[in-house]
């Protein structure tokens, strides 16, 4: 079974929008941490924000948010008043306790087309 | 800024030729990652080290091995280049994850292409 499920292959979205990407993701280790990248078309990963397992709160970076619904599984994305510089890839990724050496296990993507 | 830096951005090799992908990190980072991005498959990871000497096998080690002699520094090889290796490998690294989110940062990646 994916372990990280992105359903949204691409998606438009009109400027000065709020776009939500979906992410599902799949473990039975309590403690883990979700994580939201943004791969712009020059290549570079950059990292937008994390979310742990036992986090209260949803969290928030600027214009980003992440909607953590535990018993759901499910941490999507959420990017307010959406700017042309935002077209780009979309990966989730999760980081579980146990996994050795803590690495990340990433979605398929979402590509996000900001239309002016 | 923590800086991954790979040695190269673009490389066309031909079939059954090894190759070298380099990836040099300076931030003292003990955790190393080669993925690799394919379109609709995101990335997958190929091989990780958590120490110098030290490799793990990711989801996809068929073909490749990888060297960590030093700590900054993390090698990923194709013995024999096939086509089906055609594509863009990414090199990451982090601090362990117990007293942080476990962050990885990514170098710029390598896009190959075997012919």
């Known amino acids: 079974a994916q372990k990280i499920t992105q359903t949204q292959p691409g998606m438009f979205v009109q400027e000065k929008e709020a776009v939500t990407l979906d992410c599902t993701y799949d473990?039975?280790?309590?403690?883990?941490?979700l994580f939201w990248y943004k791969q712009p078309s020059s290549g570079e990963m950059i990292f937008l924000i994390y979310?742990?397992?036992?986090?209260?709160q949803n969290a928030t970076e600027g214009r980003y948010s992440l909607n953590f619904q535990k018993a759901r599984k499910s941490a999507n994305l959420v990017i307010s008043a959406s700017q042309l510089g935002d077209s780009a890839m979309y990966f989730c990724?999760?980081?579980?306790?146990?996994?050795?050496?803590?690495?990340?296990?990433f979605g398929g993507g979402t590509r996000v087309l900001v239309k002016p | 800024d923590v800086k991954v830096t790979q040695s190269s951005r673009y490389l066309v090799k031909r079939t059954g030729e090894k190759v070298f992908l380099e990836c040099v990190q300076d931030?003292?980072?003990?955790?190393m990652f080669w993925y690799r991005q394919d379109p609709g498959l995101g990335l997958r990871l190929i091989y990780f080290?958590?120490?110098?000497?030290?490799?793990e096998k990711g989801d996809i080690p068929e073909g490749y091995s990888v060297s960590r002699e030093k700590k900054e520094r993390f090698s990923l090889i194709l013995e024999s280049a096939s086509t089906n290796q055609t594509s863009m490998y990414l090199c990451?690294?982090?601090?362990?994850?117990?007293?942080?989110?476990?962050?990885?940062?990514f170098g710029e990646g390598s896009r190959l292409t075997v012919l």
């Open positions: 990724a999760m980081r579980e306790s146990l996994a050795a050496g803590n690495k990340l296990t």
């Open positions: 080290s958590y120490d110098v000497k030290m490799k």
């Open positions: 990451a690294s982090s601090f362990p994850g117990q007293s942080n989110t476990g962050e990885l940062f």
């Open positions: 931030m003292d980072h003990e955790n």
């Open positions: 979310q742990g397992s036992y986090d209260q």
């Open positions: 473990t039975s280790d309590p403690s883990y941490g």
